[in-house]
């Protein structure tokens, strides 16, 4: 060989020395990766909790819906029909921050049924940009008809 040759094998890194590269840099990107995680705080875990129960209430809706033939006009025919139904749900009609969950009805004109939003105020129990939403249309009940 060549000193050339030499001093280029010299430059290149060995498959040990790629693999020694590779795993510090997994090392520190599994120390870095949890703090991060933890930068969105206690307040994303009640959103999610909050979430949870509005898909529990959206299935107590279907269930009423199909119970009744008709849609509530309020919250309180929900939450005796969970209650009777001994749903998990009637344990709380209030959200993770203690404000009542809401119900809207939106008819619409090229709709047979309306659509049916439920709610919660979020953290500050005033209507915000923050208010956490499940909504029921025309088509979701369609496919949970098909489903069912």
């Not at 979430?51 to 009423?64: F, G, M, R, T």
Request: net charge negative.
């Amino acid at each position: 060989m060549t000193s050339t040759e030499n001093e280029k094998k010299s430059q290149r890194l060995s498959v040990i020395e790629i693999l020694v590269i590779l795993s510090a840099i997994g090392t520190v990107m599994a120390l870095a990766i949890p703090p991060a995680d933890n930068q969105r705080g206690p307040h994303d875990h009640t959103k999610v909790s909050c979430y949870n129960q509005l898909k529990e209430w959206e299935s107590v809706l279907i269930d009423y819906y199909h119970s009744k033939g008709e849609f509530p006009s309020s919250m309180e025919p929900l939450i005796t029909h969970a209650q009777e139904g001994n749903r998990s749900s009637s344990s709380f009609p209030q959200d993770v921050w203690g404000n009542p969950f809401q119900l809207k009805l939106t008819q619409s004109k090229e709709h047979r049924f309306p659509d049916i939003t439920i709610y919660s105020l979020g953290p500050d129990g005033v209507p915000s940009n923050d208010d956490l939403s499940v909504t029921i249309d025309q088509k979701s009940l369609t496919n949970r008809e098909d489903k069912l």
